[in-house]
């Protein structure tokens, strides 16, 4: 390789990266906004002050179910059609929906919409770190997905920056991220590792391989449950709050929009950290052991501080952000774990069977908090998630440094 084709190669790799970062930017952006905004905004369109927790709780959970109806839908696009496949139709599908979110006035449209949205958001990250595992050179693709992490997870102080203007400004402004994304990637390129297998006669994207082969299957299942207890804080310790500060007899009414700020600031900060502790140790494992240890400390630490100040909470919140900074390098694991001929559909498919995971959480936890409250309810949840993440974890191989130019077979 000449100098110049080689120099060529470094700024389409730069760029590659870039675009996956600004992809989960705006899926970071999108996918927190209604948290951000879930109270002012069923206020302002008529649910009774009573009933914002539960019609809160029923459209994320909608919003979630097509995050897992969508991580299959672009997943095995990604692996028949290709990644920059993915890359464009699911922005699209996301900007049009947050469009449509601004102008919402009922309870009914605001769950279809954000449903449609969720499937659109499903497909951004997988894709992104897909691309950037299968171009990046095996010994430095670590620093690629940290950085997506980083860059990316500065979506959430976005969205609650602008929130600040109101609800529907913050679904415009989100709607036109994603347009401004899509003009931006088309620069992009294909992977390679895709395109050797491209017109080969190997099952591509194929969903229900994973589930036909015992060891497989047991692998998918282990990379979903290594992530589940990230959206346990995210989704339930700090979107519920206000509700949490009460039980904890905080001494300011606590903000939910705050928190996911410092939180999100938090796991970028630790999904730098992450990246940079897998890449020392040479050991993806050891470093998700670390900071699933880590996350569930930091939740003991919270749900412990009784009284608290506002100012507390936001830091603590920062801590817990810092400890479930392992996001990316989950996915990275999820990715490494499997043939590229499946690759994109796992990638696309574990870290929305996480968010979507959010359900059954959600589920869980009212169940025990009617028999046990708010606090205990957080750390049995927490302790079950945890273990079970650990157990999972052990079950994984070691995946830093392997080569991905591979296919899975029936």
């Known amino acids: 390789m000449t100098d110049a084709s080689a120099a060529k190669a470094k700024r389409n790799i730069i760029f590659l990266v870039i675009v996956a970062a600004l992809g989960y930017f705006v899926d970071i952006y999108d996918l927190l906004t209604f948290s951000i905004v879930r109270k002012a905004s069923l206020l302002d369109i ?24 969508g991580g299959i839908l672009w997943g095995v696009i990604g692996d028949k059609l290709g990644r920059i496949k993915v890359l464009f139709g699911s922005i699209l599908l996301y900007s049009i929906a947050n469009f449509a979110n601004g102008l919402v006035h009922d309870v009914g449209m605001y769950t279809i919409i954000r449903f449609i949205a969720g499937i659109g958001l499903a497909g951004e990250l997988g894709a992104g770190i897909t691309l950037v595992t299968e171009t990046m050179s095996k010994e430095k693709r670590g620093y690629g997905t940290m ?32 347009v401004l994304l899509l003009l931006l990637r088309l620069g992009t390129f294909e992977s390679g590792m895709f ?7 190997v099952s591509k994207g194929n969903f229900f391989m994973l589930f036909t082969n015992w060891k497989r299957f047991g692998k998918y ?4 449950l290594i992530g589940a207890p990230l959206w346990y804080v995210v989704g339930v310790l700090v979107t519920l709050s206000p509700e949490f500060g009460k039980a904890l007899g905080a001494k300011d009414a606590l903000n939910a929009g705050d928190g996911i700020l410092y939180t999100y600031v938090g796991i970028a900060v630790g999904g730098i950290f992450a990246g940079l502790l897998s890449q020392a140790t ?5 470093t998700m052991a670390v900071f699933l240890i880590l996350s569930a400390v930091s939740v003991v630490i919270y749900l412990n501080s009784t009284g608290l100040t506002s100012r507390q909470f936001v830091w603590i919140c920062f801590f817990m952000g810092c400890a479930v900074g392992y996001w990316t390098v989950f996915i990275t694991i999820a990715a490494e774990q ?9 990638a696309t498919t574990v870290p929305n069977f996480v968010r979507g995971s959010l359900i059954l959480i959600n589920m869980g936890f009212v169940a025990l908090k ?29 995946t830093f440094s392997t080569d991905l ?6």
């Open 221 to 224: 299942l282990a990379c979903i």
């Open 282 to 286: 040479k050991s993806r494992k050891l």
């Open 338 to 346: 499997f043939g590229t001929n499946i690759r994109s559909t796992v």
């Open 147 to 178: 950085i997506v992490s980083a860059i990316g997870l500065l979506g959430a102080a976005a969205a609650v920056i602008v929130a600040k203007y109101g609800w529907r400004d913050a679904y415009f402004v989100g709607g036109g991220l994603g």
């Open 405 to 410: 130019d591979y296919v899975e077979v029936s």
């Open 370 to 398: 009617g028999h046990y409250g708010m606090i205990n309810s957080g750390y049995i949840m927490m302790a079950i998630l945890t273990i079970v993440a650990l157990l999972a974890l052990s079950q994984l191989k070691e």
């Open 46 to 69: 008529g649910v009774k002050p009573a009933d914002v927790l539960a019609q809160g709780i029923h459209i994320i959970n909608w919003q979630m179910f097509g995050l897992l109806l």
């Open 195 to 201: 395109k050797n297998i491209e017109q080969s006669g």
